[in-house]
């Protein structure tokens, strides 16, 4: 199964990787999917790429759902 986590842009070095934060870590990501991304903005991420842009609300709600899954586990 594959997983994409929402996380929110901290910075973007030459427009190419960025760092996110998940909340609980910060990782680098590559943007090179979404280059109209920019810093505070939420992206979904998938196997080190930002694959989509989202607004403040699904990421939320994509955060909850989440947190919900680990609860089952």
Not at 9 to 15: A, K, M, S
Not at 37 to 47: S, T
Not at 64 to 72: D, I
Request: hydrophobic share 45%.
């Amino acid at each position: 199964m594959c997983l994409a986590v929402p996380g929110k842009i901290i910075n973007i070095d030459n427009g190419l990787m960025g760092e996110v934060d998940f909340g609980h870590l910060r990782t680098r990501a590559s943007l090179q999917l979404v280059p109209e991304a920019r810093p505070g903005q939420w992206v979904l991420i998938h196997a080190g790429f930002a694959v989509q842009l989202l607004d403040e609300n699904e990421a939320q709600e994509t955060l909850a759902l989440l947190r919900e899954l680990c609860e089952y586990e």
